[in-house]
C-alpha cells in the first residue's frame, strides 16, 4: 500500500532560521512521483516541486532545496533563512507511476510551519 | 500555468438540501478530474475520481449516492452533494489532470461548505 508521513505536525521556528520539514513514503512502484505543497490560510494549494523516482538529484530553488533519497524513502524539504510569508501547512504527496497511473495523489498529514517575526 | 476554478468558493445551506460544486479548468482540456475533502487541520482525502465521458470511481468509503459526480466535459465536472447534513461540513478541492505525463495537476481553490 502506498502511505506518506509526516511526522512533524508542527513547527515554529523564528524568522531567518532554518528549516527542515521531514516526508517518508512507502510505494511498491518502481516508478512514482513525489510532490509537494503549500496551503496558506487561504487554503488554495500551491505546488512547490515534482520529482520522479528516478531522479534522486536534489534541486534548490531560491531558499527552498529538496532531499530526495531512495534508500531511505524520503524527500524531505529545507526552508533557508525563513520568512514569516513562509507560515502554511505544508503537504508531502506521491503518485503512482505509468505502469497504473490513475493519477491519485496520496498525501502525508501535512506539517504547519510558524514562523515568527 | 494551468488554472482551475471552483464555484462556489463558499456556500452555507441548511440540513437536508442538496448543494452542487462546480470545478472548471478554464484554459485546458482535462479528462481525468478528482475531488477531495479535507476537515479542519487534517489533511486531504481523495473521494473520488472524475472521468470524462464515464462514471466516477470513489474511495472506499465514500458514499456513491451521497457525493454525485458528473463530469458531462472536459473542462467541467460537479460534485453535488445531496441531502447535506452538518457533518458533510467541510473543504472540498478539486484538480483536474493536464496530462498524464508526471501526473500533472493543478488544483482549485476549493469550497467551504457549511451546513446548519
Known amino acids: 500500500a502506498q502511505k506518506v508521513t509526516q511526522a512533524q505536525t508542527e513547527i515554529s521556528v523564528v524568522e531567518k532560521e532554518d528549516v527542515t520539514l521531514d516526508c517518508v513514503y512507502e510505494t511498491r512502484d518502481t516508478t512514482y512521483y513525489l510532490f509537494w505543497y503549500k496551503q496558506p490560510p487561504s487554503g488554495e494549494l500551491v505546488f512547490l516541486i515534482r520529482?520522479?523516482?528516478?531522479?534522486?538529484q536534489n534541486e534548490i530553488s531560491g531558499r527552498y532545496s529538496w532531499n530526495f533519497q531512495k534508500s531511505t524513502s524520503s524527500f524531505n524539504f529545507t526552508i533557508t533563512a525563513s520568512q514569516v510569508v513562509d507560515s502554511a501547512v505544508y503537504f508531502c504527496?506521491?503518485?503512482?507511476?505509468?505502469?497504473?497511473?490513475?493519477?491519485?495523489?496520496?498525501f502525508g498529514q501535512g506539517t504547519t510551519l510558524q514562523v515568527k517575526p | 500555468g494551468a488554472v482551475v476554478s471552483q464555484h462556489p468558493s463558499r456556500v452555507i445551506c441548511k440540513s437536508g438540501t442538496s448543494v452542487k460544486i462546480e470545478c472548471r479548468s478554464l484554459?485546458?482540456?482535462?479528462?481525468?478530474m478528482f475531488w477531495y475533502r479535507q476537515f479542519p487541520k487534517q489533511s486531504l482525502m481523495l473521494m473520488a475520481t472524475?472521468?470524462?465521458?464515464?462514471?466516477?470511481?470513489?474511495e472506499q468509503g465514500v458514499e456513491k449516492d451521497k457525493f454525485l459526480i458528473n463530469h458531462a466535459s472536459l473542462t467541467l465536472s460537479t460534485l453535488t452533494v445531496t441531502s447535506a447534513h452538518p457533518e458533510d461540513s467541510s473543504f472540498y478541492i478539486c484538480?483536474?489532470?493536464?496530462?498524464?505525463?508526471?501526473?500533472?495537476?493543478?488544483f482549485g481553490p476549493g469550497t467551504r461548505l457549511t451546513v446548519l
Open positions: 520529482r520522479n523516482s528516478f531522479d534522486e
Open positions: 472524475s472521468n470524462e465521458g464515464s462514471k466516477a470511481t470513489y
Open positions: 484538480s483536474a489532470r493536464r496530462t498524464e505525463l508526471y501526473n500533472e495537476q493543478f
Open positions: 504527496a506521491l503518485s503512482e507511476g505509468y505502469a497504473s497511473n490513475t493519477g491519485k495523489l496520496i
Open positions: 484554459d485546458f482540456q482535462a479528462t481525468t
